[in-house]
């Protein structure tokens, strides 16, 4: 029975008179705004671009214009035992957030639209025509020494007439779903008056982008740039489009019209949204109308944000720059290609704790396997070094003698070695030798702890150093990056803590480029703020090795747990480039991947977050990522770059 009050029934009739948008009846009466708007779209120099054949209907949306609603602050309607849902419609979709008793069901039933359907906390079991699928959602971990976990948000689409029945898991569940036509039911539920018999659907000129019932995971979606520090998973269905945007803090999104009707829901930090004249201060939660070409602008706040705009119908614009986006990413990432777990350390013999500095070599794939225990206290005696063959069987060639951090294929066969723990870089042989030390002090003291290492074509090595090592006191005035000559002087190129935490570093194939990571920054529980950021550097090298002309080469994208403390830490870990100059870095995210020029491409997800990579196999274009216990690889169209002397 609906909750809904007769005093709201009464707003909503009035407001639908005064103040409501609503666009699809035939009425001579306009809503006041509608002169501000032209005549600010006037005076912004905008055209007004009109969408034709777009149903028209008497139903009046329930956001009042001008007052942003926060979902907690809707009516609860009980649609089923344990089942509460908080609707809100515009013209042309209804959005019910649901929450779900532990192991509440949804009766089964014949879908009387098409639904887009999400678990946003929980799990539970959806049944689409007897077939029982789990779907879960996920939140991001805080890693620690032991383990860690990506996120993860399942979907599916579902076509009007689908038999349909959800059962909830032993915690509930909440769930998230559009449905486009509304479905005039719910709305029958809650009391409200004059809802039409029956919406037509939209006919889009756009196929889907995803297919009826098929489960997705949102995390799995490429991210598409729509407009600087702007970035969204778009997910394209039948008349309506969804666009679950992260923003970095404090962009802005100027004045701007678009025909499409569009529905926002914050979902994480803050945003400041600009109808007409008036500045809305939308919080976690906040939905927001607005009707197509209404002027509007957003800015976001201090922590970015997250949020999901529902547009109907289908942004063409949205579409295009997704496309163009899918182009670039798949001429990398092959379509459909995902990671494939090869190794799970935890079950296999010897295990794997943390996996580091994946190097490829005479057919076999060389990584450092470091002990930590969860609070990242290191056992060099519980450490090992690994060879891998490329079927996925491997075994120690060295373990109890040190912990390693990066690795990077020398000459006669050899490997370098960072002995992190040891305070050295050695020259290693691939049955665990130690042939001699190639670096171990700096202006007469010992280096703290070489991290991740890669040669030039002249012989010379570099290494960062950012001091991850047990002692709490250092030997070094800093975190740094050392060059050693092919004569063994040792130079260091970045003074100490111009770095927060350097970690990954990179030559490009023509060696003019040195490419340096920043692996943590402005977090309170860390004891160097720098100016690097969440960025890869960039520097010319010089002919002495020595490096100039410092720039930022591309921002990483941050997780909202780490925007949410106001923190610059992307975890930017181990790097690859390949011969085309894409750049490839390990990171919270993902495996974020850039073009030559910085422009960001794409995002491989995966169950947990990837600590290094690096290509291989005979033709160099299979990418081995490394994470903690863990070994994934995924085929790509590029040819992997490594110096070989």
């Known amino acids: 029975m609906s909750r809904i009050s007769i005093a709201k029934k009464v707003l909503y009739k009035i407001l639908g008179i005064v103040v409501i948008f609503n666009f699809g009846c035939n009425s001579s009466t306009k809503p006041e705004w509608e002169k501000r708007n032209s005549e600010l779209i006037k005076d912004n120099g905008f055209t007004i671009r009109e969408l034709q054949d777009l149903p028209t209907s008497t139903l009046v949306p329930n956001l009042e214009f001008g007052n942003p609603m926060n979902i907690n602050n809707l009516d609860s309607l009980e649609l089923h035992s344990g089942v509460i849902s908080k609707i809100f419609w515009g013209n042309g979709n209804l959005t019910s957030m649901l929450t779900l008793d532990p192991n509440a069901i949804i009766p089964k039933e014949n879908l009387p639209a098409n639904r887009f359907l999400m678990v946003m906390e929980g799990s539970g079991h959806l049944i689409i025509n007897g077939s029982k699928r789990m779907m879960t959602a996920k939140k991001r971990e805080e890693p620690d020494g032991t383990h860690n976990g990506t996120p993860q948000q399942d979907f599916i689409y579902q076509k009007k007439g689908s038999e349909s029945e959800f059962i909830a898991g032993d915690s509930g569940a909440k769930l998230m779903e559009i449905y486009s036509p509304i479905r005039l039911d719910y709305l029958n539920k809650m009391g409200i008056s004059d809802v039409p018999s029956k919406m037509k659907v939209v006919n889009s000129k756009l196929e889907p982008t995803v297919s009826p019932n098929e489960i997705y995971d949102l995390f799995n979606i490429q991210l598409t740039q729509l407009s600087p520090g702007v970035f969204s998973r778009l997910i394209t269905l039948d008349g309506i489009q969804l666009s679950f945007v992260s923003s970095d803090p404090n962009t802005r999104i100027p004045l701007h019209i678009h025909p499409e009707e569009q529905m926002t829901l914050l979902l994480r930090g803050s945003l400041k949204q600009t109808l007409l004249d008036t500045e809305l201060d939308l919080e976690q939660h906040d939905i927001v109308h607005v009707p197509g070409n209404l002027i509007h602008s957003s800015a976001a706040g201090e922590r ?38 090869i190794i799970d350390g935890s079950k296999t013999e010897p295990t794997l704790t943390f996996s580091e500095g994946p190097k490829w070599m005479n057919g076999k794939l060389y990584f450092s396997n470091m002990y930590f225990d969860q609070n990242w206290n290191a056992d060099p005696k519980r450490s090992s070094i690994v060879a891998m063959d490329s079927n996925g069987s491997y075994q120690n060639i ?49 280096i703290d702890g070489p991290n991740d290492i890669i040669t030039d074509t002249k012989g010379g090595i570099y290494f960062t150093d950012p001091q991850f090592t047990m002692e709490a006191e250092k030997f070094q005035p800093g975190r740094a990056v050392y060059y050693v000559s092919p004569k063994l002087d040792v130079t260091r190129v970045v003074e100490p803590n111009e770095f927060a935490m350097p970690n990954g570093i990179l030559l490009s194939s ?136």
């Open 304 to 341: 970015g944000y997250d949020a999901v705009d529902i547009f109907w119908p289908v942004r063409e614009d949205y579409s295009a720059k997704q496309q163009s986006a899918l182009k670039k990413y798949h001429e990398i990432i092959p379509e459909g290609n995902m990671p494939e777990l």
């Open 398 to 446: 060295t373990e109890g003698k040190m912990q390693a951090n990066g690795l990077y294929p020398y000459k006669n066969d050899n490997l370098l070695v960072c002995d992190m723990m040891g305070h050295r870089v050695v020259e290693m042989t691939t049955t665990g030798k130690v042939v001699r030390v190639i670096a171990d002090s700096y202006d007469g003291k010992p």
């Open 510 to 645: 023509d060696g003019k480029t040195l490419y340096i990571n920043n692996c943590y920054d402005d977090e309170t529980w860390y004891p160097v703020n720098s100016s690097k950021e969440n960025f890869v550097w960039a520097y010319d090298v010089n002919d002495d090795g020595t490096i100039a002309n410092g720039r930022k080469f591309t921002e990483l994208r941050l997780p909202g747990n780490v925007l949410d403390r106001k923190g610059k830490s992307s975890s930017a870990d181990g790097m690859a480039i390949d011969t085309q100059g894409n750049i490839y870095v390990a990171t919270y995210l993902g495996v974020q991947i850039f073009d030559s020029e910085g422009s960001f491409v794409g995002i491989i997800n995966l169950p947990s977050f990837p600590v290094s990579l690096g290509f291989g196999d005979e033709d160099m274009k299979t990418l081995y990522i490394v994470s903690y216990d863990k070994v994934y690889k995924i085929r790509t169209q590029q040819t992997g770059y490594v110096n070989y002397l």
